[in-house]
């Protein structure tokens, strides 16, 4: 029995009175003698008086358990003062006896593992099959053994044995202690078989578990454990073959009005599964054949085991030929000499008219015949002595799947009334019916021909600044390939025309709408005699020439030659000169970037530099002003402006008067006055130089103005093309634009088609067209498609190379995430506001609420970096700034000097006041700032002994360098990666001696870990479709609460 009681709380199982009399029957000595019966088994003599004495029995397991209690005093359940005077004793001495042994769990693991040694040891036991015919059924027995085996009497029995490890005695030369894991996968295959049959037959009385018949999906099973190519069936050998068995009839006349079918050696059908089971006895074959083959026989062969023959009534011969022999003949030889002609019903005859009406309606007639006259499918005769009901029924059903039939029409029960049909019979209908019967069709219908499938052909060629293209298609018009299209895009699979001649619409229609559509080429500009697409479309259409299967290119020798030349001018290093100083320090990287600049240049197009940071994307930039001036031609003034961060003005102004101060450069800066004034003298300079706040002011001063070149620096800055400052950038008149981007994606793949507006406007279509064939495939659908044909179309124009391919001899750079943990009392104040997020997030219009969303979030990740951000009278631990301060006195003592990045300027007025009181020297750049005092800060902090420099990520995050510094901090994460890396690139660039370390503070188990891992998450898709790094976008309700 189960008493859920153990030697130490059994003393709450007893009433109190029993209690205090067993303990007190325990103190006067009333146990008088204890015995131990075997492990943890005990029997007591137990006497409360002189007259009478109990017989008390327990058992305790070694962990404690009671599992047996009794006392033959008659107390219900054994719970009397004299059991529990006994387990008083036993519980004293417990720890001393009874723990000493092994737990029973532990005997059992013992004898289990014993028993695997013991199976190990002796030679190995397996089971085998016996086959056997059970009348024409094949079955089996089991036998099992070691060199002989024993057949198993009852398998139900014998899995009983394994269950409990039953050792039997099979024969004087084999006894086994059952063990089923003892056995190889084979044979316990081989048993669940056989067990799986018997619980098939377990309502059958006379059923005895040690036969098992073979059948359909037993069968297949037990052929799958067979690992011969033979079967021994009572002692004769079978070879298993996949292939039909023969099979031979022979049909005579009886000379009684009837017909004798008799089979030579018929196989016997033994089931089917997922194949069928035939058996030869005479060619001693197992075959293994297929459903068709199986379907179409076994009912034949079944019939043929009960009987070597049947008769067939001469009124009954026609139904045999068409409906059964029909179904025969495939698969079986069958000798017919000794019938007569007359025996033979013959064939039907099918016939199939096609014409068209005056109305320009296809109709038909379909019409049988046995030999004699033509009759109506639909009208056929009262009786007919030879009729093939299943060959006139499959006969209308074919005819029917292309045609309307109205039985009751005597003349043209046969109609087709709409196009999808007449195309049908003609693409696919006319062959199938042809292979099936006669087939007849008037001229007029011949006239309504299907064209031979469509084969565009573009012809490229250049004219002047632009490509000019020829569309063709031998045997179509203009006209008609214009129709094709507008098929294609209503999802039409074929066009009829005028003529009423038919076309398929197939992939060559696709291939030439995406093109026209690629190209911004219309329907109406189709049909024009001259179409003319921009010179920047040239690459595109040169990287058609093996992408498309379906479209044919013919294209001239000007514009192979074209092509041939854009491709020498990037590999040609002389052709392009570069003045003496820059030949000497530029590297070869930046060589060919100029190169790729200038090579665009010349065939009109521009293009975007997206090199990693640091890989001097400027002096490349400077490189085509200088060339573009020395190459000039004489009285050819050329002007240049440079579009910028208002922070990096000055230092395109000092790398400009660096690298090339042939160019005269003029920054826009100052007031309204002061600018009006340069504007004047404005015509003096190469290169002007302004920030995209000043142009935007200015924009109508720029409107009459007129550059080679136009570049934008940060190009990122217009990524949202609905901002004034996106669209003022792109009103600039420019021969040339390029635009300059260590992250040409940030956010969205809307940032693309943005900066792809700029440079070359209207080569990504416009931005509905853009955001339905691109942005929504990519980032929603995840198309492959979609991804490689905007990489075709952006690639040639996107030079992006990253630091660990170019500069190899730049040091290395080792990023360590240093986790910390919060405090009681901040972890205290993060849940309780995590919780209240998730609350209003549940409340709260995604679309709606957005900037109120990124507040909620903002105020767990200040809690993050330090409560006292929002909690002004906040007196609890700081566990972040601790670590920080921390690793900031580390690095300083070590000799290294850090760069400290945060997204809160109010973060990094704590973190100063603490360095204050640590009396550590900083500088501290925010977006307060102003230019000049940046660049002084910049230079100070490379050549002085101050050790920290504390950054504003968005203030100065870009286009500092700051190679002094070889310690990089991210205090806090930000939703853009790519603007912690260009943080960290400040450091990381050209120029840098030492190994670079970057630390990133992460609060364990909140928001700041959990972003890393959704950037990671979010980052993949547009690392795939532009090669570049990207943030978390469009964050739903669902991701966000996936942060908390």
Not at 36 to 58: F, M, N, P, Q, T
Not at 68 to 77: A, D, F, K, Q
Not at 388 to 412: M, Q, R, S, T
Not at 678 to 704: G, H, M, Q
Request: glycine share 4%; hydrophobic share 40%; aromatic share 10%.
């Amino acid at each position: 029995m189960d008493y859920h009681m153990t030697i130490h709380n059994f003393r709450s199982f007893f009433f109190g009175e029993e209690g205090r009399k067993g303990q007190l029957c325990f103190e006067r000595g009333g146990i008088k003698k204890v015995e131990k019966l075997a492990e943890g088994k005990y029997r007591a003599a137990i006497s409360h008086d002189r007259y009478k004495s109990y017989e008390v029995y327990a058992s305790v397991r070694s962990d404690g358990l009671i599992t047996e209690l009794s006392c033959n005093c008659g107390y219900v359940y054994g719970r009397c003062y004299h059991t529990y005077a006994l387990l008083y004793y036993l519980s004293r001495i417990f720890d001393d006896v009874i723990s000493d042994l092994s737990s029973p769990s532990f005997s059992r693991l013992l004898s289990d593992y014993s028993m695997n040694l013991e199976s190990q040891a002796q030679r190995p036991v397996s089971a085998e099959a016996e086959l056997f015919w059970a009348e024409d059924q094949l079955a089996f027995k089991l036998k099992i053994g070691r060199e002989r085996k024993y057949i198993i009497p009852n398998i139900r029995q014998f899995m009983d044995d394994c269950v409990n490890h039953i050792t039997h005695t099979y024969g004087k030369n084999f006894t086994w202690k059952h063990n089923l894991s003892a056995l190889d996968a084979k044979s316990r295959h081989l048993i669940h078989l056989a067990l799986a049959i018997c619980e098939q037959h377990k309502n059958s009385f006379s059923y005895s578990c040690k036969e098992f018949p073979l059948n359909g999906t037993y069968l297949e099973r037990f052929l799958s454990l067979s690992d011969t190519s033979e079967l021994i069936i009572a002692g004769e050998m079978y070879a298993i073959v996949q292939e039909h068995p023969p099979l031979k009839a022979i049909l005579k006349n009886t000379n009684r009005n009837k017909l004798l079918f008799s089979m030579v050696d018929a196989p016997l059908f033994l089931g089917c599964a997922e194949k069928g089971y035939f058996i030869s006895k005479k060619n001693r074959k197992f075959y293994e054949t297929d459903m068709h083959f199986t379907e179409a026989v076994r009912p034949l062969l079944e019939v043929m085991h009960e009987s070597d023959h049947f008769l067939i009534a001469q009124k009954d011969v026609p139904a045999f030929f068409h409906t059964i022999l029909r179904q025969l003949e495939p698969y079986m030889e069958i000798d017919m000499t000794a019938l007569k002609e007359t025996d033979i019903p013959p064939q039907l005859i099918c016939q199939l008219y096609i014409d068209v009406d005056d109305a320009d309606t296809i109709i038909g007639m379909l019409q049988f015949s046995y030999g004699g006259s033509f009759y109506s499918a639909f009208q056929p005769p009262v009786s007919h002595p030879y009729m093939d009901p299943y060959g006139e029924k499959l006969a209308k059903e074919l005819v029917g799947c292309y045609f309307e039939i109205n039985e009751n029409d005597e003349v043209h029960p046969l109609r087709i009334r709409d196009d999808d049909a007449a195309f049908r019979l003609m693409h696919e209908g006319l062959s199938e019916l042809s292979r099936q019967m006669e087939l007849y069709v008037s001229d007029r219908f011949r006239s309504i021909n299907l064209r031979k499938p469509i084969q565009p052909q573009v012809g490229i060629k250049p004219s002047g600044h632009l490509l000019e293209l020829d569309f063709s298609a031998a045997g179509y018009t203009m006209q008609e390939l214009a129709e094709m299209l507008d098929a294609y895009r209503k999802g039409k699979k074929y066009h009829r025309f005028r003529d009423g001649s038919f076309s398929l619409v197939d992939d060559s229609i696709r291939d030439l709408d995406i093109l026209t559509k690629e190209l911004n080429i219309t329907d109406k500009a189709l049909l024009k005699e001259r179409i003319t697409v921009p010179m920047y479309r040239m690459l595109y259409l040169n990287s058609l020439q093996t992408d498309t299967e379906h479209l044919r290119f013919k294209r001239s020798n000007e514009f192979k030659q074209a092509a041939k030349d854009y491709e020498n001018a990037l590999r040609d290093e002389n052709l392009f000169t570069l003045s003496d100083h820059l030949e000497t320090i530029m590297r070869d990287y930046q060589k060919y970037g100029f190169r790729w600049m200038k090579t665009l240049g010349q065939y009109h197009m521009g293009g975007i530099l997206a090199d990693d940071m640091g890989l001097g994307k400027t002096i490349q930039a400077i490189a085509l002003m200088l060339n573009e001036k020395l190459c000039a031609a004489e009285g050819q003034k050329k002007q240049f402006l440079v579009v910028c961060p208002s922070s990096l003005t000055l230092n395109w102004l000092s790398e400009i008067e660096k690298f090339a101060p042939q160019l005269k450069a003029l920054c826009m800066t100052g007031t309204v006055a002061e600018r009006n004034k340069l504007f004047d003298i404005l015509p003096d300079y190469d290169v002007i130089i302004t920030s995209y706040a000043t142009l935007l002011r200015d924009i109508d001063k720029y409107e009459s103005l007129h550059f080679a070149v136009q570049f934008l620096d940060e190009a990122q800055n217009i990524k949202n093309h609905q901002t004034q400052s996106a669209k003022a950038v792109k009103v600039i008149h420019s021969d040339l634009r390029f635009a300059l981007t260590g992250t040409p994606v940030e956010n969205t793949l809307a940032e693309l088609w943005s900066i792809f507006d700029f440079i070359m406007p209207g080569y990504l279509h416009n931005y509905s067209y853009f955001k339905k064939n691109y942005e929504i495939p990519i980032v929603k659908n995840s198309s492959t498609t979609a991804v490689s044909s905007l990489q075709r179309l952006t690639s040639p124009f996107i030079l992006r190379r990253m630091k660990k391919e170019v500069l190899t001899e730049l040091p290395d750079k080792t990023e360590t995430i240093l986790m910390t943990e919060m405090q009681e009392q901040q972890k205290k104040l993060y849940l309780a506001n995590a919780l209240q997020v998730r609350q209003k997030l549940n409340e709260m219009d995604q679309q709606q609420d957005k900037i109120q969303i990124l507040a909620l979030l903002t105020r767990l990740r200040q809690i993050c970096c330090d409560p006292s951000l929002i909690y002004e009278n906040y007196d609890g631990g700081h566990a972040k700034l601790d670590q920080c301060i921390d690793l900031i006195t580390s690095g300083i003592e070590s000799g290294h000097k850090i760069l400290l990045f945060s997204q809160f300027t109010s973060m990094l007025d704590i973190i100063a006041a603490r360095l204050q009181q640590e009396n550590i020297s900083f500088y501290m750049l925010t977006g307060a700032t102003k230019t000049k005092d940046r660049l002084r800060m910049v230079n100070e902090f490379n050549k002085n002994d101050v050790s920290i420099f504390l950054i504003s990520l968005k203030a100065g995050g870009t286009g500092l360098n700051l190679t002094g510094a070889d310690i990089v901090i991210h205090y806090d994460p930000w939703w853009n990666l790519s603007a912690e890396n260009q943080a960290s690139d400040r450091v990381h660039r050209i120029g840098q001696k030492n190994n670079v370390q970057i630390y990133k503070l992460i609060v364990k188990g909140t928001i700041e870990e959990k972003i890393r891992l959704l950037q990671q998450k979010k980052a993949e898709l547009l690392e795939t479709a532009i090669g570049g790094e990207g943030n978390i976008i469009n964050m739903t309700i669902q991701d966000i609460m996936a942060l908390l």
